[in-house]
């Protein structure tokens, strides 16, 4: 991004700006092109009266020069000008005995050297010394004077001089009183922009004695706002002390409320306000800021005709205010949500009038059509929104507060779930599915609003991976409560999730989709004979011998993902273990035909379940596996697959190593040693988490007390069927020989 210049008009300009406004997309950020307190105190210039200035000379020696730039020409001339006229009118200046001879001659070298492309500072040397006087004075000659140099500051090659030439360090101290006229003030803080255009030594005498605080202070003047912003700009691009020190004197702060104020949108002031907050976004605090700042920041990016820049850079430091639980809670305790919710749905057709503050758009509308790369940055916009929306409707309070499902923001979410709009769709299934945390909640958003109905719409026919897998995570919620097994099994649920349960599916999706039939077979005996009903309805079909369970361990025979396989697993161990609970038995012609159909029609049923056994990662399935085997071999028929799969070796050393108590046995059947990891990589959801001591004995004890009952119905099942050998061998663990 090039310089910006600070030019001048005719009073305070709206537009302070030279050049085109900086994108939020540059790689790097260059400067605004725009007076530095002293890094000492200023030595006082006290007037003379013995000489006057010699106007006549100074006219002479000026008319001898030929400049070689009109810019350069006018600059000299013009501060001749100003100097004789503060001379003769004011009186203000005089520059003592040889005082005229001394400036014609600084003008003369000043020339030559312009002529040879340099700038020579002792021109400027001396032409500080002259408006010193004029600053001790109070000549109120010095704004024009500052004009002409804040002028020639927009020229690259003047910068260094009117530094080092004391110049800038000159209209700091001008700045630091905050006693100057505006108009002083304005071509103070122009000059001082500008010289700090890409230009770090101009930048470092403003931080030095912290002179940025008086320019950060200019912004309570809402006359200059359009000079002081883009000065701040340039002071702190590219340059980390300045961003550091103007966030300590407070800057954040300021620039919230000169938001709240209201700025006119699609200006270059706001344009630079928003790179600013760019450059803090990463580095402020909640101290830095205030409580106000989520909603100023939003409704700050809600203004129509918002270039598309300026609208991210507000977002996204309303974004960075939503990292702290403080602004998460102070959004929800003040029922701010629905401000960047109606930023979602800005975007694709303005919201019609409302009696209530439900949030609603034309659903025949579409998005709006727009250059590729900016609704690009539209789609990210949107998309960051949502994940930090997901954030705050994840805490407790958020839950509390929208429990009773009667409130417009909950209407809003709801209709999003059935509207056309994807990214809307994936919004209100995060936070719904986060809201969907009692049971009393849970329960009216099927048997009141019949969310489901919706939700299974867009399994049927969604294509897009994000909203499919908010989607199961939400029904996941739901279907904990036991009334609301028993409406999403009737509603087709287990089919309408069949397609995802092939390997030619996303794995994240066949994950979640299995887990989904997890949570809704899991104690439910009509669910599971929906999972164990045929595939067809016709006896000549080959799909009417396989069941939705097939496509289950089908999915476990090929993926080679094993959080896959290990939901897989627990699905066989939640069947299991609902035909053989107490709700099971009360119905026994039911029980037996599904436990018939279980064995008969799924040959391959065990081979899960010996995962689960011989994996030495998990000790919380492995327990599931010993329990759900135990339970197989209560049948004939279960116990039939279980003495199948105890004739593979690994799964036989498994059990004997439970029975034995030898805990490093199992391991020792892996050819290498199983890596200890960490988190979200190392297994799903919460069975990761390792046990204490004492519950790992504990659960050591059970899985051989489960282990030594799966003996004992094998011996009783299948005793009289077994090899001598093999019943035997048997014979010896439950009696604990080795």
Same mark, same amino acid.
């Given at each position: ?513 299995? %887990? ?6 899991? *104690?439910?005996? +009509?669910?599971?004979?929906?999972? !164990?009903? #045929? =595939?067809? @309805? ?42 053989? %609970? ?6 026994? *012609?039911?029980? +037996?035909?599904?436990?018939?159909? !279980?064995? #008969? =029609?799924? @040959? ?64 020792? @059947? ?69």
């Amino acid at each position: 991004m090039g310089d910006v210049n600070l030019i001048f008009e005719d009073a305070v300009p709206s537009s302070a700006m030279h050049s085109a406004a900086p994108s939020h997309t540059s790689s790097s950020h260059a400067s605004t092109s725009l007076p530095i307190r002293p890094s000492s105190p200023r030595t006082t210039i006290t007037p003379t009266t013995d000489s006057q200035l010699d106007v006549t000379s100074i006219q002479i020696a000026l008319d001898s020069l030929s400049l070689s730039t009109p810019e350069q020409e006018g600059m000299f001339r013009s501060l001749a000008v100003i100097f004789r006229n503060a001379q003769e009118q004011e009186g203000s200046v005089n520059l003592g005995s040889g005082g005229a001879e001394f400036l014609w001659t600084s003008l003369q070298r000043a020339d030559t050297s312009s002529r040879q492309g340099l700038q020579d500072a002792s021109a400027l040397r001396a032409t500080r010394d002259i408006l010193e006087q004029m600053l001790w004075n109070q000549s109120h000659l010095l704004v024009d004077a500052a004009k002409v140099l804040a002028d020639a500051s927009r020229d690259v090659a003047w910068r260094d001089p009117l530094g080092n030439a004391g110049i800038v360090n000159l209209f700091l101290s001008v700045i630091a009183t905050g006693t100057a006229s505006d108009q002083l003030m304005i071509h103070a803080l122009r000059l001082v922009g500008n010289t700090c255009g890409d230009n770090d030594a101009n930048r470092q005498r403003v931080i030095s004695d912290n002179n940025l605080r008086f320019i950060v202070k200019q912004l309570e003047n809402p006359r200059l706002l359009s000079i002081v912003v883009p000065v701040l700009y340039n002071v702190c691009s590219d340059f980390e002390p300045a961003q550091r020190l103007a966030l300590s004197d407070g800057v954040y702060l300021r620039l919230i409320e000169v938001l709240e104020s209201g700025l006119p949108a699609s200006t270059p002031t706001l344009t630079y306000l928003c790179r600013l907050l760019d450059f803090f976004e990463d580095s402020f605090n909640a101290n830095d800021s205030s409580d106000s700042a989520v909603e100023v920041l939003f409704r700050a990016a809600s203004a129509p005709d918002l270039d598309v820049d300026d609208r991210v850079s507000l977002v996204d430091a309303a974004i960075a205010h939503l990292k702290l639980e403080d602004y998460q809670r102070h959004m929800v305790d003040f029922d701010l949500v629905d401000v960047p919710l109606s930023l979602l749905v800005q975007w694709y057709s303005p919201p019609r009038a409302s009696s209530s503050r439900q949030i609603s758009f034309t659903d025949t509308l579409a998005p709006p059509v727009r250059d590729v790369g900016e609704e690009e940055q539209l789609s990210l916009m949107r998309s960051n929104i949502i994940q930090i929306l997901s954030d705050v409707s994840a805490i407790p309070e958020f839950a509390a507060r929208y429990a009773s499902m009667d409130l417009p923001l909950v209407e809003t979410l709801l209709g999003w779930v059935a509207g056309p709009h994807t990214q809307l769709q994936l919004c209100s299934c995060i936070m719904l599915g986060n809201l969907a945390r009692s049971d009393s909640t849970c329960l009216a958003m099927i048997s009141r609003f019949s969310v489901h109905e919706s939700l299974l719409d867009i399994l049927k026919f969604s294509s897009d991976t994000q909203v499919l897998h908010s989607v199961f995570g939400f029904l996941r919620n739901l279907g904990l409560l036991p009334a609301n097994k028993q409406v999403l099994g009737e509603a087709g649920t287990i089919e309408i999730v069949s397609r995802f349960l092939n390997i030619d599916a996303i794995t994240q999706l066949s994950h979640a989709a299995v %887990s989904l039939v997890r949570q809704i077979i899991n *104690g439910s005996m +009509n669910n599971i004979s929906s999972l !164990l009903s #045929s =595939l067809s @309805l016709d006896e000549e079909s080959p799909a009417y011998s396989k069941t939705f369970l097939s496509l289950l361990l089908s999915l476990f025979d090929k993926s080679d993902d094993v959080a896959v396989k290990v939901e897989v697993s627990r699905v066989v161990a939640a069947v299991l273990r609902c035909l053989h %609970s107490s709700q099971a038995l009360s119905n026994p *012609g039911l029980r +037996n035909q599904l436990l018939h159909r !279980l064995f #008969s =029609l799924h @040959l391959n049923l065990c081979q899960p379940l010996s995962m689960m056994v011989t994996q030495p990662r998990w000790p919380i399935i492995r327990s599931e596996g010993w329990f759900a085997m135990a339970l197989a071999s209560r049948t004939a028929e279960g116990s039939i697959a279980i003495d199948t799969a105890l004739q593979q070796v690994e799964v036989f050393g498994a059990l004997e190593a439970t029975i034995h108590g030898d805990s490093t046995l199992i391991a020792a @059947l892996f050819s290498s040693p199983v890596a200890a990891t960490s988190g979200a990589e190392e297994s799903p959801e919460s069975i990761e988490r390792k046990p204490s001591a004492d519950h790992e004995a504990e659960m050591r004890a059970k899985d051989r007390e489960n282990a030594m009952v799966l003996v004992n119905e094998l011996l009783k099942n299948r005793g009289d069927d077994m090899p001598d050998i093999r019943r035997s061998v048997f014979e010896d663990l439950l009696n604990g020989k080795e």
